[in-house]
Structures are given as C-alpha cells and as structure tokens.
C-alpha cells in the first residue's frame, strides 16, 4: 500500500547489452555509444512543485522518486534489489514508459503515481493477493488528495 510518485521514471530495458552490462538510452534515441543522453522521463517542475504543496497540506503519506519500467513482470529479489540501487529506484513496474512517451510526444503533463502492492521478489504473488486492498485504498487517497493539483 505504500505510495510513490515518481519525480523521474526510467525505462531499463531500451538501450544496448555489452559485455560490461546493460547501457540505458532514453527511448526514442538510438542506442549507439557516442551519443548517451540521461535517460528518463521528469516530471515538470511547475507540476511538481504544485504536487509537492498539495502533499504537504494532507495527511496522505507519499514518497517522491525515481520509478523504474521494465517489460518484464519482475519476481526476482536479486534483481530488483540490483536495479534499485543502481538507478535509486523506488519501485518497479510495466507500464509508466509507454504514457510518458506518448505524453511527452503530444506536450501532455503526465504523472505516474503507484500504490505498491507486491516487492517484486518470489512471493510477489501472495504479496498481491494480501496487499492488493491496502493499495487500492492509498491510491482513492491520494487520488482524492491530488485532484484540486491536476485541475
């Protein structure tokens, strides 16, 4: 149930595989080595000082963050614990990637707000099925709480 919001959301898997590990691109750039610009998607900074005023006002609990996407369904601790520190990433998932670029495409202010509900490790599974109401429930508050901001 826990809730982040991302400030930066990068997508892991677009770039190269070297043997030194995976290179990082910003989708859309082509991937070879001399051109490497930071990737990831930013929240707007006028979106997200209204963002991080409005939190300060209500009691909803959120922290703010490097999200990463990934096109893989991540049940790996190893993994996950691997990618969190080497991009500081708060939390993982699917889809964030593919609703950045198009709104970044069109000049639309996006936000990408998740409600945990698993730890992307083995158990992630029965994580969800215990966690899948408390993370509903953050996200109707912080929904409720972010809506006079989006406005």
Do not use: H, N
Request: charged share 25%; glycine share 8%.
């Amino acid at each position: 149930g826990d809730i982040v919001i991302a400030e930066r959301l990068i997508d892991i898997d677009y770039g190269r595989l070297t043997p030194e590990g995976r290179i990082v691109y910003q989708p859309g750039v082509l991937p070879i080595p001399e051109e490497k610009p930071e990737p990831g998607y930013v929240v707007p900074e006028p979106l997200l000082s209204r963002l991080k005023e409005r939190l300060a006002r209500t009691s909803v609990e959120a922290r703010l963050g490097t999200i990463l996407t990934t096109d893989a369904y991540l049940a790996s601790p190893v993994e996950r614990d691997q990618l969190a520190g080497e991009w500081d990433g708060l939390a993982i998932e699917m889809e964030g990637s593919a609703l950045c670029g198009v709104a970044e495409r069109f000049g639309v202010p996006w936000l990408v707000v998740r409600a945990l509900s698993d730890r992307a490790g083995e158990d992630s599974l029965d994580d969800f099925s215990a966690f899948v109401d408390s993370a509903a429930a953050s996200s109707a508050r912080l929904v409720r709480a972010l809506l006079p901001v989006l406005g």
